[in-house]
């Protein structure tokens, strides 16, 4: 037997609650994980509380990514002992994820664990750090360079947005950080390497659709009216990385900025990322992520804390990422 935090819902109402299961209960896959630590993402958050349209199917594991050792595999890739990682592939949404003791899934959809970095680092960065390596590098295919001028980060207090200003830092830009509490975030975007923190309320009203040219690119976690407003206020032939919907799906924007500023949007999904790019950025992650990451911008609980906790990230309560260590007790 095994515990889990598994989602049910009633009566339209969504209920959370540590569970014993049988190794019996877990889904198909032909890689069996026990699981040291997962995290607590913005979409987990909307899950457990139900405040989102996450979860496809009820009985539900959520956790969209884990870090764990292999227990049985019959996948070529991986031996028992192994150290892998799991992020995205619709755990937690369609598939079991990592709120638990253990998991069954896709050996495909694993990775090692990176060398250098332990289980509980790994889920430092998650997820969420794997998206902004991915922003961060679509800026630099872009052709955003340092000296070319500042770079922007909405949702800065975030998993997402905090890992971005941290990586962004390390590689020599100029970064300024959006967040909806800049009392309680400045010293600490500050501290990750922000040269300067901005209100939320500066990019959340309609804007024009071209503004004056402030930023040589741009990391978005947050979409819709901000994403509108980012891409009006990009110099010309400068590029925006988008990845985050908790905005909104829709996009109140021009083709102005597109085609009299050349401004490129690129979006970033690091669900259906091809492995190549998922394994190269992993690696980006454990060079340029310097140790007081790890030590400022995260949150360590027990898996009975989840559900709390599930309640403050969707009430932007939470600054940096929340880790699970499924081993710790209450």
Same mark, same amino acid.
């Given at each position: ?9 009633? &009566? ?64 070529? @890739? ?40 332990? &289980? ?73 390497? +922000? ?20 930023? +040589? ?32 799906? @829709? ?43 790890? &030590? ?35």
């Amino acid at each position: 037997m095994f515990n889990a935090l598994v989602l049910e819902q009633h &009566e339209k109402q969504t209920l959370a609650n540590i569970t014993a299961l049988a190794e019996s209960d877990l889904p198909d896959g032909n890689v069996t994980v026990d699981i040291d630590y997962s995290s607590l993402n913005y979409k987990d958050g909307l899950a457990i509380t139900g405040k989102g349209k996450i979860v496809r199917q009820f009985p539900m594991v959520p956790g969209i990514d884990f870090a764990g050792t292999v227990a049985d595999s019959q996948h070529p @890739d991986y031996q028992p002992g192994d150290k892998v990682v799991l992020t995205g592939w619709g755990v937690g949404e369609g598939h079991w994820g990592g709120m638990a003791e253990k998991a069954r899934v896709n050996g495909d959809w694993l990775v090692p664990l990176a060398e250098g970095l332990t &289980e509980q680092q790994a889920m430092m960065v998650g997820t969420a750090g794997l998206t902004a390596m991915l922003c961060v590098q679509a800026l630099i295919d872009g052709g955003v360079k340092p000296e070319d001028g500042k770079v922007l980060v909405t949702g800065a207090s975030g998993g997402v947005g905090s890992v971005a200003v941290t990586l962004l830092h390390a590689l020599g830009y100029r970064v300024s950080a959006v967040t909806g509490r800049l009392d309680a975030n400045q010293t600490w975007l500050e501290q990750l390497g +922000a040269d300067d923190v901005l209100p939320r309320d500066a990019f959340s009203a309609p804007g024009r659709p071209l503004d004056k040219q402030h930023w +040589a690119g741009a990391v978005d976690t947050v979409g819709s009216q901000m994403l509108a407003n980012v891409l009006s206020q990009i110099q010309y032939g400068g590029t925006v990385a988008a990845c985050g919907l908790a905005g909104g799906f @829709d996009l109140p924007a021009t083709v102005m900025p597109f085609i009299l500023r050349n401004v490129r949007l690129q979006g970033v999904d690091s669900v259906s990322c091809p492995r190549p790019q998922r394994l190269a950025a992993w690696q980006s992650l454990t060079k340029l992520l310097p140790a007081r990451y790890f &030590e400022q911008a995260c949150h360590t609980i027990a898996l009975a804390q989840t559900p709390a906790y599930a309640d403050k990230i969707i009430n932007g309560e939470i600054k940096g990422r929340v880790v699970i260590d499924i081993t710790k007790q209450d």
